[in-house]
């Protein structure tokens, strides 16, 4: 298994190298002034998140419905961020402390993002290279 990893790196390297470039290029904007609200509806979706977690912790799975639309990867990953942030700083979640939470919130969110675009880009290159013919 690892050695198939390091051959597929090695086969790959240019495209591994472009990828955590855009990886970066990608984190970079993303990732910088993490606890900033940065969209009027921000702090609702916090509080949709931190309860879709609870609403599945306590078993009351019609509960889960936080809006009328799909949010779903949001809720998931928010809503785990602000249930470890707390548990780690032992602070409880409310709407008076939301600014607590916010990085711990948008974190994983900028994160799936980042990691998104590098993995588009090698299903991209492997969908669009061409296969060698034969002469």
Same mark, same amino acid.
């Given at each position: 298994?690892?050695? #198939?990893? #390091?051959?597929?790196?090695?086969?790959?390297?240019?495209?591994?190298?472009?990828?955590?470039?855009?990886? $970066?290029?990608? /984190?970079?904007?993303?990732?910088?002034?993490?606890?900033? @609200?940065?969209? &009027?509806?921000?702090?609702?979706?916090?509080?949709?998140?931190?309860? @879709? $977690?609870?609403?599945? #912790?306590?078993?009351?799975?019609?509960?889960?419905?936080?809006?009328?639309?799909?949010?779903?990867?949001?809720?998931?990953?928010?809503?785990? &961020?602000?249930?470890? #942030?707390?548990?780690?700083?032992?602070?409880?979640?409310?709407?008076?402390?939301?600014?607590?939470?916010?990085? /711990?919130?948008? @974190?994983?969110?900028?994160?799936?993002?980042?990691?998104?675009?590098?993995? $588009?880009?090698? @299903?991209?290159?492997?969908?669009?290279?061409?296969?060698?013919?034969?002469?």
């Amino acid at each position: 298994m690892l050695a #198939k990893l #390091k051959n597929w790196l090695s086969e790959n390297r240019v495209d591994v190298a472009i990828a955590l470039v855009l990886f $970066i290029v990608a /984190a970079v904007p993303r990732m910088t002034d993490l606890g900033t @609200f940065l969209t &009027a509806d921000e702090k609702n979706w916090m509080g949709r998140s931190y309860e @879709f $977690i609870r609403a599945i #912790k306590d078993w009351r799975f019609n509960d889960t419905l936080q809006t009328t639309h799909p949010g779903v990867t949001v809720t998931w990953l928010s809503g785990l &961020a602000i249930t470890a #942030k707390i548990y780690l700083s032992h602070t409880p979640f409310s709407y008076e402390n939301l600014a607590h939470f916010a990085a /711990a919130a948008q @974190f994983p969110v900028a994160l799936v993002n980042s990691l998104a675009v590098p993995v $588009i880009y090698l @299903f991209l290159r492997r969908l669009l290279d061409p296969p060698l013919s034969p002469l």
